[in-house]
């Protein structure tokens, strides 16, 4: 357990749903991110929040907004998504200190359908 | 941009035997970190083992350890006595230094390890 907890573990969505992915840490960290993990390929930073602002988009398409009301709390919301959004999406904070190690929810396993 | 490549997809070892993963890394920045990342089949990654690129000693934790080449731009990951829970994905990562805040990790593609009984 690493104190990232992500919500939920597997989800389900068609193409025209909208859903939200939570990820919740009260590790005291300042820096949240969201990556994107799919097989054969190395995980895709999305985004970063330092401070609940949102610090770097990595060209994303608009269909992922990210929320970030506070340290704690990080949300993905989903919406008119595509069958290769398929993956696993994975949340980690850290310290707001050059070098220090990143600590990551399970992550959400989304299929679109 | 950095780039961290893993060459290897897949790996297998005997359990208790030694294994070396390999990563390259390739970046024009002097001071960074590098890291070993595992992710289990519960799908949590875990931090393995850490390195700051201005400590010439090669980091160690308990039955794993690091080769750091600084000059090569490697970073290879042994596991001794090799346990039947060390079966996971491992990832190589890198950061670049930033002054009083925290960067963007990089990932490699990963290796399969698997630990046979």
């Known amino acids: 357990e690493t104190g990232v907890t992500q919500t939920p573990r597997h989800l389900v969505m068609g193409m025209t749903n909208k859903k939200s992915l939570k990820c919740e840490q009260h590790?005291?960290?300042?820096?949240m991110y969201w990556y994107k993990q799919s097989a054969k390929k190395p995980l895709e930073l999305m985004f970063v929040?330092?401070?609940?602002?949102?610090?770097e988009n990595n060209s994303v398409p608009s269909r992922f907004s990210p929320e970030c009301p506070n340290s704690s709390h990080l949300f993905l919301h989903l919406h008119t998504l595509q069958p290769e959004d398929s993956a696993l999406y994975l949340c980690?904070?850290?310290?707001?200190?050059?070098?220090?190690?990143?600590?990551f929810g399970q992550g959400t396993r989304l299929t679109v359908v | 941009a950095q780039t961290v490549t893993q060459s290897q997809p897949e790996m297998s070892v005997q359990e208790a035997e030694t294994v070396t993963l390999s990563c390259t890394y390739d970046?024009?920045?002097?001071?960074?970190?590098l890291f070993w990342y595992k992710q289990p089949p519960s799908r949590q990654m875990i931090l393995v083992i850490r390195?700051?690129?201005?400590?010439?000693q090669n980091a160690t934790e308990n039955r794993f350890s690091v080769n750091f080449q600084k000059a090569a731009k490697s970073f290879s990951l042994k596991i001794s006595d090799s346990q039947l829970g060390d079966t996971a994905m491992y990832f190589c990562?890198?950061?670049?230094?930033?002054?009083?805040?925290?960067?963007?990790?990089?990932f490699g593609k990963g290796t399969k390890l698997t630990v046979n009984p």
């Open positions: 980690a904070s850290s310290p707001q200190r050059s070098g220090a190690e990143a600590f």
């Open positions: 590790l005291g960290h300042n820096a």
């Open positions: 929040y330092n401070f609940k602002e949102q610090t």
């Open positions: 970046t024009s920045e002097n001071n960074y970190y």
């Open positions: 390195q700051e690129a201005y400590k010439q």
């Open positions: 990562a890198f950061m670049k230094h930033a002054q009083g805040g925290s960067e963007k990790l990089v």
